[in-house]
Each structure stands twice: as C-alpha cells, then as structure tokens.
C-alpha cells in the first residue's frame, strides 16, 4: 500500500489552476505540472519527428519546436488535439510516474499533480482524489488572453475543444468556482484541504 495521497487537480485553461498550486505547495503538497512535463519532453528527439510528419516540419528549427505554431495547428480542432494527445500523453505519463516515484522514495505523503488533460490522459484513475476548477468563460478568455499573449478568438477556440464544466461536475471528487478573488479561491481551497 502506498502511502502517500496523490491529487489529481483539473479544469479547462484559463480556470485558476495555477494558482491553486501555490496553496496546495503552501499546505505541504509536492507538485508535479503537467504543463512542465510537456515542455520537457519537446525536447525528445523522436517526439520531435513524431511532430514534424503530423503538424509539419517547418515547426523545427535548429533542433527545437515552435510552441507558438504547434499550439495554433494543435489546438484548430478536435482531431487536431487528439492527434497532439497521442503524440504528448504517452511520453507525459511517463516522466511523471518516474517523477511520481522519485517523490515516492523521499518519503513525500502529500502530491498534487496538476494536469488541464488528467481525463484525457486517463491518470484520474490513479489519483486519490480528483479536483476540477471551473469558472465563467468569460473570466476564463480574459486570463488565458493575458496568459498566452493571444486574441480571444484563439482563446474561444482552445475552450470550445475542451470537456465542457459539466464533465468535470460530474466525474471529479470536487470542483471549485473560481469566479471572484484570489482571497476567495485561497479560503475555498484552504477549506477543501482541511478536509481532505
């Protein structure tokens, strides 16, 4: 049996998880960002040519990839985020079950993986609890617009391509509407800690 409590903290972009990261490492929690698992694994040779033959090779240059172009061809439509999804997902699980394991060793009992495609990726399933956040879409294109430095219209997009709030509602532990401040989301999230 294991002995540490692993979280699994979801939600469409834009929603606050980044923030809430910072409470959990507040509250003791190691943390493991599947974002910054991503940006690792770009790096991978094999991953870089996986990319080039199904988005294009002109997103290689000098032995890296341009994020920004991936992102626009990535993220056009469903297929085309699926197609991203099963090129990331399997490389992604894997360096986050030898980082899992790494905390693991230390002896860490706390873990928050924070992880937008937690569902996606099929990792909820190992997680002792499940949380999404969730918040109106317009808060939510305001952040990602500030966020990523791009229009709403490609932040509209993004949303439209992701599970909806009502899937996150019905499959998480817990979920928590991020709609007012950070003060609130801090209170609402200290209070959900103490709890679980």
């Known amino acids: 049996m ?16 980044s923030a809430a990261r910072e409470v959990f490492k507040n509250n003791g ?8 698992l991503a940006r690792e694994v770009i790096g991978d040779k094999i991953l870089q040519s996986d990319i080039a033959a199904y988005f294009g090779a002109d997103l290689l240059n ?6 920004k172009k991936l992102s626009k061809r990535a993220f056009k439509d469903s297929e085309s985020v699926k ?5 990331f997902h399997p490389r992604i699980t894997h360096l986050f079950i030898e980082k899992l394991n790494a905390f693991a060793r230390s002896g860490a009992d706390k873990i928050l993986f924070d992880a937008p495609q937690l569902f996606e990726a ?7 609890i499940t949380l999404a956040f969730i918040s109106e879409d317009e808060k939510r294109i305001k ?3 500030e966020r990523d430095g791009i229009t709403e219209e490609m932040a509209k997009s993004r949303l439209e391509i992701q599970l909806p709030d009502s899937f996150f509602i019905e499959n998480c532990d817990y979920y928590i509407e991020n709609n007012s401040t950070v003060e609130k989301l801090q209170s609402d999230l200290e209070e959900l800690i103490s709890r679980i």
């Open 83 to 87: 197609t991203l999804n099963a090129v």
């Open 143 to 145: 952040r990602i617009t």
């Open 2 to 17: 294991r002995k540490y409590k692993l979280v699994g903290l979801t939600g469409r972009t834009g929603s606050g998880k």
């Open 122 to 128: 099929k990792l909820d399933i190992i997680c002792d």
């Open 29 to 36: 929690y190691e943390i493991i960002d599947a974002d910054a």
């Open 62 to 67: 000098n032995g890296a990839v341009d994020r």
